[in-house]
Nanobody
Framework: VQLQAYGGGLVQAGGSLTLSCVFS????????IGWFRQVSGKEREFVAAISGKGGSTRYADSVKDRFTISRDNAKNTVYPQMNSLKPEDTAVYYC???????????????????WGHGTQVTVSS
């Protein structure tokens, strides 16, 4: 399995950005996809996740109502749409995959086996 994250950049506070995570190597809809972020010197934190078939999503409280995660299984891609961005959203964002049928509350708890390289998101105040 390979994952490639795209779409990071610099945006002003209050702005929007959509990231992409392109998956390859296995059957895409067998895998839940999670997004995580990490600030230098801090632990990596869960941001959002979506189940393999796309019917179930979960969000960290810090991004709920601002971020929306979706997937296009025909394109093997997951998209976190990030709105109303805040300076505290600045981080390196990573996507990860786990082969599972888990849904709902389990999504943030998965041990994701495959990770992509991160993409930097910087939100200026």
């Amino acid at each position: 399995v390979q994952l490639q994250a795209y779409g990071g950049g610099l945006v002003q506070a209050g702005g929007s950005l959509t990231l992409s995570c392109v998956f390859s190597g296995r059957t895409f809809d067998d895998y839940a996809i999670g997004w995580f972020r990490q600030v230098s010197g801090k632990e990596r934190e869960f941001v959002a996740a979506i189940s393999g078939k796309g019917g179930s999503t979960r969000y960290a409280d810090s991004v709920k109502d601002r971020f929306t995660i979706s997937r296009d299984n025909a394109k093997n891609t997951v998209y976190p749409q990030m709105n109303s961005l805040k300076p505290e959203d600045t981080a390196v964002y990573y996507c990860a995959a786990d082969r599972t049928t888990a849904v709902g509350y389990m999504l943030p708890l998965l041990v994701y086996d495959y990770w992509g390289h991160g993409t930097q998101v910087t939100v200026s105040s």
